[in-house]
């Protein structure tokens, strides 16, 4: 096969055809992906950014129950990315499982700009007064919102996994230009979001939410076009194995009924298979590793002496071992989501008390603040890929500059900053608002909203190092039937941040609230403590750093057998992320 031109990893067509390493594949293909990512991002944060503004003024909600009602749509639109990679793992496949998704997406966008278009589908007003939405406008417009979340489930978890199957990992020229892919996927995200807090977050608040949501259900739709243009020449990987996550349960079920067996003194007397049969299966072998040993005991040769089923092997039982290894990172993700999803909502709200004037009559909206996360991170990552890594290659070593866990640990220390500063701009809101004796909910606090822009630049700098190294973190270290569903351990990171910051906020306001007492996020936010809640946020960010940090100290990682070929010819054969490094701070 290698003197054919094919690629090594088992990669095929789309009609399961050996595909040829010179015309399929690399950044050819990837450049229709990352050509829909942008448009993708463009409706998904065309919707996201000002959901929180939409349900306040056009729907009538309160500051909780919009805020409230925004993490609960978020966290379903971070957490459906299970199933849909479950579905993907298992059954269908990264693109058939992409394509059905794609088209609920579609359905759900279609409906939501129907919701904020049609007077049907809106509170009506009259002399001013708008009456608060019907029941059947709610439930419509949720409705359509919570179809995205399911479309969104299907294609977010695969889309990403399926652009970095385009690149051969026993090719080392591939592997190489592959170190880069996440930095430009994200890159190409982070354009699409830009466009969505810059341009139609105005057009939504001065041109009509109609024109707001139908211009980036078009733009999804080019974004499929964009897709299956390039369908000819992409690499789909084989299905090993009919269930890859059954071994997740198999494998402790098998430790447990091993429980009082010993160990043997030598890793290498477990259960194997020999490397030749890894390689002719197009599978890879993983080298044991001492973490998590208790589960060693699904690998012990003697326990199955005379039954029809043998023991799992050495590399069955390390795949589990990392997914026990990616929840322990995981678990210490969930508090810096919490603080990235501030952006579309506290500080938001925090932004439309402010004032918001550039010029005489030019007024920001208040969500177009998130723009400069934004373009903070387009700056920052051509830096970071073109400079940052290969100053750091030279020091280290590393392929990557620095470690995975070393570069989400920077990215957690920025985000502490982050609400440091963001704790500190409130104090000096909640000042200027006793001095200048600001009331009234609509009352303007006497103070530029730029005040908020270095909040926003500093979580745009920190999602470089920790939004991008989870992405490839969870993606590099899954075992490799379940990259899909490796890879949803970010996107659920998130959704769970958002259910977490959700149950916070009401729980906060709920017992603030208790005795007469002054809500930390009320109905007013120009009458509320709003810095105590920053300031509570900030104290649990840094602990969850120092947590974080632990975590990583023991954390190993993935060590698997992968011969790299260099134009068809073997260079090395060698182990890959050998080291079981800690972060260093």
């Known amino acids: 096969m290698e003197a054919k031109g094919y690629t090594q990893d088992g990669t095929v067509d789309l009609q399961g055809c050996p595909v040829l390493a010179s015309k399929t594949g690399k950044w050819r293909?990837?450049?229709?992906?990352?050509?829909?990512?942008a448009f993708e991002r463009m409706a998904f944060y065309g919707v996201a950014s000002n959901l929180v503004v939409y349900l306040t003024t056009q729907l009538h909600e309160d500051n909780v129950s919009s805020v409230r009602n925004v993490n609960n749509w978020s966290g379903a639109v971070w957490?459906?990315?299970?199933?849909?990679?479950?579905?993907?793992d298992s059954y269908l496949g990264r693109f058939w499982t992409f394509t059905v998704s794609s088209l609920i997406y579609v359905l759900g966008m279609v409906l939501l700009t129907m919701a904020v278009s049609l007077k049907f589908f809106k509170p009506t007003c009259a002399n001013g007064v708008?009456?608060?939405?019907?029941?059947?406008?709610?439930?419509?417009?949720?409705?359509?919102?919570?179809?995205?979340?399911?479309?969104?489930?299907?294609?977010?978890?695969?889309i990403s996994t399926f652009g970095a199957d385009q690149f051969d990992d026993f090719n080392a020229k591939e592997k190489e230009l592959k170190v880069s892919f996440?930095?430009?996927?994200?890159?190409?995200?982070?354009?699409?979001?830009?466009?969505?807090?810059?341009?139609?977050?105005?057009?939504?608040?001065?041109?009509?939410?109609?024109?707001g949501y139908g211009i980036p259900t078009v733009g999804l739709?080019?974004?499929?076009?964009?897709?299956?243009?390039?369908?000819?020449?992409?690499?789909?990987?084989?299905?090993?194995?009919?269930?890859?996550?059954?071994?997740?349960?198999?494998?402790?079920?098998?430790a447990f009924k091993n429980r009082k067996l010993k160990l043997p003194a030598q890793p290498s007397e477990l259960h194997e298979l020999e490397l030749q049969h890894y390689g002719s299966s197009g599978k890879r072998q993983v080298h044991h590793t001492p973490s998590f040993s208790?589960?060693?005991?699904?690998?012990?040769?003697?326990?199955?002496?005379?039954?029809?089923?043998?023991?799992?092997?050495?590399?069955?039982?390390?795949?589990?071992?990392?997914?026990f290894g990616m929840i322990m990172i995981w678990l210490v993700t969930l508090i810096p989501s919490t603080i990235w999803a501030q952006i579309n909502t506290l500080f938001v709200k925090q932004g439309t008390t402010l004032d918001r004037h550039l010029g005489s009559?030019?007024?920001?909206?208040?969500?177009s603040l998130g723009s400069f996360v934004t373009l903070s991170m387009l700056l920052s990552v051509p830096m970071?890929?073109?400079?940052?890594?290969?100053?750091?290659?030279r020091k280290s070593g590393n392929p990557r500059g620095i470690t995975l866990l070393q570069r989400i640990g920077t990215g957690f220390m920025l985000q502490v900053v982050a609400i440091a500063v963001a704790y500190a701009v409130e104090v000096k809101r909640m000042h200027a608002i006793r001095i200048h004796q600001v009331v009234g909910p609509k009352e303007v606090v006497p103070m530029s909203i730029f005040w908020l822009l270095p909040q926003y630049v500093l979580i745009g700098i920190a999602d470089v190092f920790n939004a991008i190294g989870l992405l490839e973190f969870f993606y590099d270290q899954s075992p490799e039937d379940m990259q899909s569903l490796g890879t949803t351990f970010f996107t659920s990171g998130i959704g769970v941040g958002n259910f977490l910051n959700s149950f916070l906020v009401t729980m906060v306001d709920k017992i603030t609230r208790r005795g007469g007492g002054k809500s930390w996020i009320g109905k007013n936010l120009n009458d509320t403590h709003l810095d105590y809640y920053y300031g509570f946020l900030l104290v649990i960010a840094a602990l969850n750093l120092v947590a974080f940090i632990w975590a990583s100290s023991k954390y190993i990682y993935k060590r698997e057998n992968a011969e790299v070929t260099e134009d068809g010819v073997q260079v090395e054969s060698k182990t890959l992320d050998t080291s079981p490094l800690a972060i260093q701070v």
Request: glycine fraction near 8%; include cysteine; aromatic fraction near 16%.
């Open 384 to 393: 970071y890929d073109r400079y940052f890594v290969p100053l750091m290659r």
């Open 221 to 254: 739709l080019l974004s499929l076009f964009i897709f299956y243009v390039g369908t000819p020449i992409y690499r789909h990987k084989v299905r090993k194995s009919k269930s890859p996550a059954r071994d997740l349960i198999g494998v402790p079920i098998a």
């Open 182 to 211: 996440f930095n430009w996927w994200m890159f190409s995200s982070f354009l699409g979001a830009l466009f969505a807090t810059i341009g139609l977050v105005y057009i939504q608040e001065n041109l009509g939410w109609g024109l």
């Open 79 to 88: 957490m459906t990315p299970i199933i849909g990679a479950y579905i993907a």
């Open 294 to 323: 208790f589960l060693d005991k699904a690998a012990i040769k003697e326990a199955n002496m005379g039954a029809t089923r043998s023991p799992c092997t050495v590399t069955q039982v390390e795949g589990t071992k990392l997914v």
């Open 361 to 367: 009559s030019f007024q920001i909206p208040a969500a």
């Open 29 to 37: 293909a990837c450049a229709f992906l990352v050509g829909y990512e």
């Open 130 to 158: 708008c009456n608060k939405a019907s029941t059947s406008q709610i439930a419509f417009f949720y409705s359509a919102l919570y179809i995205i979340a399911v479309g969104s489930g299907g294609t977010k978890p695969n």
